[in-house]
């Protein structure tokens, strides 16, 4: 938290004050509370972890609040490795495995405790809960987590003393308890891309929170279709203050900067400005999902025609990313390697590009040369889970370089971006960027397209806005 501010109206506390605040509370501790839903899943994940890492002591903190302007903490997001491993999203805590003889780990948390009602700190001091909000107790989250919990407060000095064989700690989260932790930078990393790689395929669990981010965000999207077709929306902000709404109503917050880009703002990849105006006749590139509860989130492009039809050139450019995302989804299977999703959009791509004339040809030669990258800018698509871009640190064989396997869950969004100021182009494509981009499951047989509750064809669009339309 920031340092206290120098200009108080309160010179101080006095006596009386200070056992006033300390006397008649009722004792509010939460008895025979049951184990959250993900405990036992996140106990199978710390196995996982454990096995990886034998007779070595590994740290993973939660994070702590970083300040926004003076003493305005930014809203607390924790650590998704600390999330993933626990099923608790505390600020100020850390997750330790301490290493058994047997080559197993003894898992415990830290966290920080409540209050005490005997001293002011709960009402003065920088975490105070009168200010900021009821804490679990340690007991309390033993009962939620099905974790031993210790005090938070001593973690820095029991992490420097208590243990003398090799640790790792996952850097950048928390620096008191990084600086308390003897290790190396590579050793570290290590620690960090496991994290990554045992999110890769989602348990059951995971799936079933997924499938609500999807959910509540296709409900999000057909709020903004019924803004769009009832004239409401004339603004980006209003567009993302719809979908925030509902994001709010349903889940913690939006999974990311909601990406609402109307007119030739849809051809800036991460436009989260959102301060345009949504004029007719033009598209609008709404790029956003809905984070659940429990922080994962779902990841859903679609281009909508402002006026409810697309003009010729929009159809045009709007039907080859329909194509190319149908090539892409169609390599998402089992066994698959899993840059074929990306490749075959991009070949779909490249090959229309040089079809209309913008890029030389053939195909395969501008394809090669990534030519069609001028127009299509970025990747085709990435996993998804706790962060949008989830797993980010994981190893490339485990990865990119890897083949897909049921219940892995990524995105496919192959998009074309025509630059206002791009002079190969005729004039009339300038300024037009689409984007479509589907949540999928990869399933024993194949794939399901979590997020197919939303059109995507451009018949269907026309069709999903008219009806929206009345």
């Given at each position: ?80 490795g600390y999330v993933h491993m626990t099923g608790d999203q505390a600020r100020d805590g850390a997750l ?177 400005e959102n301060d345009g105006p949504v004029r007719p006749g033009e598209l609008l590139l709404l790029d ?183």
């Amino acid at each position: 938290m920031a340092k206290g501010r120098k200009n108080r109206l309160y010179p101080g506390i006095s006596e009386e004050l200070s056992a006033l605040m300390r006397t008649g509370w009722a004792d509010t501790e939460r008895h025979g509370l049951a184990p959250a839903e993900q405990a036992p899943y996140a106990a199978r994940r710390r196995a996982a972890l454990s096995a990886r890492f034998p007779g070595e002591r590994l740290v993973i903190p939660s994070g702590n609040l970083k300040v926004r302007s003076n003493d305005d903490p930014y809203p607390f997001r924790a650590y998704s490795g600390y999330v993933h491993m626990t099923g608790d999203q505390a600020r100020d805590g850390a997750l330790v495995l301490e290493p058994r003889p047997d080559g197993g780990h003894d898992a415990y948390c830290y966290q920080l405790p409540r209050d005490s009602r005997d001293d002011d700190e709960f009402w003065t001091g920088p975490t105070a809960e009168l200010w900021m909000g009821r804490r679990r107790s340690l007991a309390e989250a033993e009962l939620v987590l099905g974790l031993p919990c210790r005090d938070v407060r001593t973690a820095a000095d029991d992490l420097a003393a208590g243990f003398q064989g090799p640790s790792r700690v996952v850097r950048g989260v928390d620096p008191v308890l990084e600086a308390a932790v003897t290790s190396d930078e590579e050793r570290d990393e290590e620690l960090e891309e496991a994290l990554s790689d045992l999110r890769l395929v989602k348990d059951e669990w995971e799936i079933g929170e997924l499938r609500k981010a999807v959910d509540s965000t296709v409900r999000g999207f057909t709020d903004v279709v019924g803004d769009l077709s009832g004239a409401v929306a004339t603004s980006e902000r209003w567009i993302e203050g719809t979908f925030f709404r509902r994001a709010r109503l349903e889940g913690n917050a939006v999974g990311y900067g909601s990406i609402c880009a109307a007119g030739e703002h849809a051809t800036i990849m991460h436009w989260t400005e959102n301060d345009g105006p949504v004029r007719p006749g033009e598209l609008l590139l709404l790029d956003a999902g809905v984070e659940t509860h429990s922080l994962y989130t779902a990841d859903v492009t679609r281009t909508l025609p402002i006026s409810g039809t697309f003009t010729p050139v929009q159809r045009k450019v709007y039907e080859a990313v329909y194509e190319a995302q149908e090539a892409g989804m169609a390599a998402v299977k089992p066994g698959a390697a899993y840059r074929d999703f990306h490749e075959a959009s991009q070949r779909y791509l490249a090959a229309r590009l040089v079809e209309w004339g913008f890029i030389e040809g053939p195909a395969d030669r501008a394809y090669g040369l990534g030519l069609q990258r001028r127009f299509t800018m970025a990747g085709t698509g990435h996993m998804l889970g706790l962060d949008v871009h989830d797993c980010a640190q994981a190893r490339n064989e485990e990865y990119v370089d890897a083949v897909l396997e049921p219940g892995m869950v990524l995105t496919v969004e192959p998009g074309l971006y025509f630059q206002p100021d791009d002079l190969t182009v005729p004039e009339e494509w300038r300024g037009i960027g689409v984007r479509i981009e589907d949540d999928l499951l990869v399933t024993a047989d194949g794939h399901e397209n979590l997020s197919a509750g939303l059109p995507r064809a451009a018949d269907d669009v026309e069709a999903w806005m008219s009806r929206m339309a009345g």
